[in-house]
């Protein structure tokens, strides 16, 4: 797929990211049901870049750190990481269990989509734990409206997944 070079500075630009973030906090479905339609991976991917570096920056500045550049290096791992892994799990998942087929790039861009939006919030001590509680709530629609998982196979897919991550 070949992107024009217009398409590409405003597919990568920070007025898109911001967009983006505004479009999931203010309608999650109606986004996630747009995500649907395109289903690119290059922003979510991008999203959670810029998510995670903004994660990893404000965390070393609440945490005290002998070594910061080690330290900032691990939050972003952590804050990038964590969503490739829960969306193997999940994936792995909704194909042992639900005998879905369903592209493992959708699954990701949910999970970035997801972690995307909440990172700019967890590193606040008490937040994470509401910013945790929606990331999977909106982890739950994403995989309503973009795979097209019934709501009790959805809510078993994150339960499955956050008890083998737990």
């Given at each position: 797929m070949?992107l024009?070079?217009a398409?590409?500075?405003?597919?990568?630009?920070?007025?898109?990211?911001?967009?983006?973030?505004?479009?999931?906090?203010s309608?999650?479905?109606?986004?996630?049901r747009?995500?649907?339609?395109?289903g690119?991976?290059?922003?979510p991917?991008?999203?959670?870049?810029?998510?995670?570096?903004?994660?990893a920056?404000?965390?070393?500045?609440?945490?005290a750190?002998?070594?910061p550049?080690?330290?900032?290096?691990?939050?972003?791992i952590?804050?990038?990481?964590m969503p490739?892994?829960?969306?193997?799990?999940?994936?792995?998942?909704s194909?042992?269990?639900?005998?879905?087929?369903?592209?493992?790039?959708?699954?990701?861009?949910?999970y970035?989509w997801?972690?995307?939006?909440?990172?700019?919030?967890?590193?606040v001590p008490?937040l994470?734990?509401?910013?945790?509680?929606?990331?999977?709530w909106?982890?739950?629609?994403?995989?309503?409206i973009?795979?097209?998982l019934?709501?009790?196979?959805?809510?078993l897919?994150?339960?499955?997944?956050?008890?083998?991550m737990i």
């Amino acid at each position: 797929m070949e992107l024009s070079h217009a398409h590409s500075k405003q597919f990568f630009g920070p007025r898109t990211y911001a967009a983006r973030m505004a479009r999931i906090v203010s309608a999650p479905r109606m986004f996630f049901r747009e995500y649907a339609e395109t289903g690119h991976l290059f922003l979510p991917v991008f999203a959670l870049v810029l998510s995670g570096g903004f994660y990893a920056c404000t965390s070393l500045l609440v945490h005290a750190c002998p070594q910061p550049m080690a330290a900032l290096m691990i939050f972003f791992i952590n804050a990038a990481g964590m969503p490739v892994l829960a969306a193997g799990m999940g994936y792995a998942v909704s194909r042992m269990i639900l005998r879905r087929r369903i592209g493992f790039g959708r699954f990701f861009g949910i999970y970035a989509w997801a972690a995307a939006v909440v990172l700019p919030l967890a590193w606040v001590p008490y937040l994470v734990l509401f910013a945790e509680v929606w990331r999977w709530w909106l982890i739950g629609a994403g995989l309503m409206i973009v795979c097209g998982l019934r709501r009790w196979q959805a809510f078993l897919v994150v339960v499955l997944t956050l008890g083998a991550m737990i």
